[in-house]
């Protein structure tokens, strides 16, 4: 019985030891998959309609498309030509949104180097990081005034730096606030000398970034534009057509309802591909 106990013993050791020498692995941090409601939502903040929300976007372009195609069916009598207008007039609310949030991306891609040195000079006055973000509040660009202030009653009610961090992450929802969020939070908890020289790193690469970018949107500007008024020009003489409903009568049959729902087709690839081409990428929020 003792012999079985210490063989036990003697066993139980070794495996202890064999399992030591196996480091486990740190559990996979899997990025969160980025769904179509977080960015409808990010397009909503950048535009400026902070109050809509993704399901109100959603609700105003339903409450478009069935108001015009019931307008156009009823003015018409022709359903391809009322279905046709109204996948245009449902696409609208939604076009209306991205085209302000990639005018008011551009415009704070100018701004952001000015907050950044704001923030520098805070910092070089003595000022503790939190309160070097507040003060922008006060003194930094216009367009980011309101988040910054959210963001100094947060920390003043609170006191939690990275919790009010995350929530200024939110508020901006800017691939660029979202860089500059994540170089505070790492300045905040490693510690050291070199936040001022990541701050003046950090503003000469988004100016530099910012001043490239409008050259080259510049340039390519025009293309956009003539995709856009290639796309336009048929749909606008089939509107003036719908003034009299003898003159669409064609679209009426078979034969009709196959030309305009390829002609559409062909538009929309047509649209997509030279805008594809002639535009440039715009960031993406990889750190949010």
């Known amino acids: 019985m003792t012999g079985f106990v210490v063989g036990l013993l003697l066993g139980c050791g070794l495996f202890c030891l064999w399992w030591s020498a196996w480091v486990p692995e740190p559990p996979s941090t899997r990025r969160r998959r ?42 018409t009598e022709v359903v391809p030509v009322a279905l046709c207008f109204a996948l245009m007039a449902g696409y609208a609310p939604f076009a209306l949104v991205r085209a302000r949030a990639r005018r008011r991306r551009s ?24 309160e070097a973000l507040s003060q922008l509040a006060v003194r930094g660009p216009q367009e980011l005034r309101p988040a910054f202030q959210a963001f100094a009653e947060d920390y003043r009610t609170s006191g939690r730096f990275n919790d009010c961090l995350d929530d200024l992450k939110d508020r901006l929802s800017d691939p660029v606030g979202d860089r500059l969020v994540e170089s505070l939070r790492i300045a905040r908890e490693v510690g050291g000398s070199d936040l001022g020289g990541l701050l003046r790193t950090l503003s000469t ?32 003489v089939l509107a003036m057509l719908c003034t009299r409903p003898e003159s669409i009568q064609a679209y009426a049959t078979a034969t009709g309802t196959v030309v305009l729902f390829v002609g559409a087709a062909v538009s929309a690839a047509a649209y997509r591909i030279m805008v594809f081409i002639g535009r440039l990428p715009e960031d993406e929020r990889v750190l949010r």
């Open 34 to 75: 980025v769904s179509l409601m977080d960015r409808l939502r990010d397009e909503l903040v950048q535009a400026g309609y902070q109050s809509v929300g993704p399901r109100s976007l959603v609700a105003a372009c339903l409450a478009a498309f069935v108001s015009v195609a019931l307008g156009v069916r009823a003015t």
């Open 205 to 236: 690469f988004l100016r530099e970034d910012s001043r490239t970018r409008s050259e080259l949107e510049t340039r390519q500007g025009w293309t956009v534009n003539a995709a856009r008024l290639a796309v336009a020009a048929p749909w606008a």
């Open 107 to 130: 415009h704070l891609r100018e701004l952001w180097p000015d907050a950044v040195d704001n923030i520098t000079s805070g910092v070089r006055a003595g000022l503790a990081l939190p």
